[in-house]
């Protein structure tokens, strides 16, 4: 049986010049617990990032607070010379103090040694797509919008995107710049930032919802732990999403990307892992042909049941 690839996700126009595969691959989990430090299987890390080329995945997202820099340094030691096509996404604006701590900063002078090292670490003289990971509530959006709008004149951005902001945010952003992307999290469960959405596949902005399935290892059942846990909250929301899975022979994660997929044109979903075989289960959805009654049947589904994580 031939293994699907991700170019049956379709294709999306990043920035309107650069095309990628509409499944991506999300660099985050291939760090240690908490994203701090490096994994625990190194050439499993490793096989994996190879193994999403071959599967047809053009498009890796990742951060300089991956690690910090661990995700960056093992995806250039994985696939550097890079593929002709393949779109590596980087973000800056976080410091890192320990495994699962997180502060924004979004310091112009900060945000420079944050591409800087970006560049170095992956072996670029230009980043396709630089992504401010959140923007700093303690520094002025001119300073932070101006620093961006400074390094892509400077050559070392091609294309600037945003990350957890609101559709008012964007909007101020594209005085600046070109929005190309929007890393928002969403997925079947948690919808808060729908606005968002609608405004990106008006405006055809490519939205990279960020923790698309919730993360958390495929249990026994094929379903993500996050997935289960929210969904468990849900009873009839669950039998659905079971009963639809079952009907075409995947997982409930797997139906969760295909409806993402379906949700939006300009979806593009980065579900991550350490290892080739859930790697292989999520490009698998690419396949998965959704039709229209069960699309509504998923979207009714009421958001919110899980917690919500960084």
Not at 114 to 135: K, M, T
Not at 196 to 213: A, M
Request: glycine share 10%; aromatic share 6%; proline share 5%.
């Amino acid at each position: 049986m031939t293994m699907p690839t991700a170019v049956l996700s379709g294709t999306f126009l990043l920035g309107g010049d650069l095309p990628v595969h509409r499944l991506g691959f999300g660099a985050m989990r291939i760090t240690g617990d908490g994203v701090w430090g490096p994994p625990r299987d190194r050439a499993e890390a490793i096989a994996t990032l190879q193994r999403a080329i071959e599967l047809g995945i053009n498009l890796i997202d990742t951060a300089e607070s991956y690690g910090p820099h661990v995700s960056e340094e093992l995806i250039a030691e994985a696939l550097y010379p890079y593929p002709k096509g393949l779109v590596i996404a980087t973000k800056g604006g976080y410091d890192r103090s320990g495994p699962h701590e997180w502060e924004e900063n979004g310091r112009p002078e900060r945000l420079r040694a944050e591409l800087d090292g970006s560049l170095r670490r992956l072996r670029l003289d230009r980043l396709d797509l630089y992504q401010l990971h959140r923007i700093d509530p303690k520094v002025s959006e001119e300073d932070q919008f101006g620093f961006l709008q400074e390094a892509q004149r400077a050559g070392k951005i091609r294309h600037i995107g945003l990350s957890e902001v609101s559709v008012e945010q964007i909007q101020r952003a594209r005085r600046h710049f070109a929005v190309v992307s929007v890393q928002n999290l969403y997925n079947l469960i948690d919808r808060e930032w729908e606005e968002v959405v609608d405004y990106c596949e008006r405006e055809r902005i490519g939205f990279i919802p960020w923790y698309p399935l919730q993360a958390g290892e495929v249990t026994k059942g094929g379903m993500k732990q996050g997935v289960r846990r929210m969904l468990g909250r849900a009873p009839r929301a669950r039998a659905g999403l079971a009963a639809i899975a079952r009907r075409h022979n995947a997982t409930p994660a797997q139906i969760a990307l295909a409806w993402l997929l379906r949700r939006a044109a300009v979806m593009l979903p980065i579900p991550g892992t350490s290892k080739r075989k859930h790697l292989e289960e999520n490009v698998a959805a690419s396949a998965i042909q959704l039709t229209d009654e069960e699309v509504r049947a998923l979207s009714i589904i009421p958001s919110k049941f899980g917690v919500r994580v960084r």
